[in-house]
């Protein structure tokens, strides 16, 4: 079975070895009890709850500013202070019975995290680039301007090649 892989021009450039990635770790680790992965603006985790964990019910979980604990009865699942500041009221979990909890944390703001909790090992998140629609308004035009001014770099080089002109450029 062979990975079929659509090009769009306005979708952000993704490595192939990025299409084969486990979504539930992308930008993000397998800790064993949780999986987090990340985009610049959101938090996934996944807790492994036991089979028997078939109701919302059976759970207590408490997401708060700074912090994060998932408990099924007297068992803690998962307990921390968060790396950064998440908005609590932005954010919730939702229970895929017998399998895990899926918390969906907000980022109080949009940067890239290098672990879930304080004190676990740093994930290895390479520099990745933020699609153009999370950037905010102004850090949007700005790139939009870098990319016009770029693209008329480019059409007024080729203009002058067509005529045969040669022009040394300046190092930036």
Do not use: C
């Amino acid at each position: 079975m062979g990975v079929l892989v659509v090009f769009s021009p306005s979708a952000p450039f993704l490595p192939a070895q990025a299409l084969l990635m486990d979504p539930s770790t992308y930008n993000g680790a397998d800790r064993g009890a949780y999986r987090w992965s990340q985009t610049h603006q959101d938090l996934d985790v996944q807790v492994i709850v036991p089979e028997t964990v078939v109701s919302s019910g059976d759970l207590e979980v408490i997401i708060k500013t700074d912090s994060l604990m998932v408990r099924h009865g007297e068992h803690v699942l998962v307990s921390g202070a968060l790396k950064h500041p998440v908005r609590d009221k932005e954010s919730f979990w939702t229970l895929l019975p017998g399998q895990h909890v899926h918390v969906q944390l907000e980022k109080a703001r949009p940067r890239w995290w290098t672990s879930l909790l304080e004190g676990e090992p740093a994930a290895d998140v390479p520099a990745r680039e933020v699609p153009l629609e999370e950037l905010r308004s102004e850090e949007a035009m700005v790139v939009e301007k870098l990319r016009w001014q770029d693209l008329e770099k480019r059409r007024r080089r080729a203009e002058r090649a067509d005529r045969g002109e040669v022009m040394l450029e300046r190092p930036d």
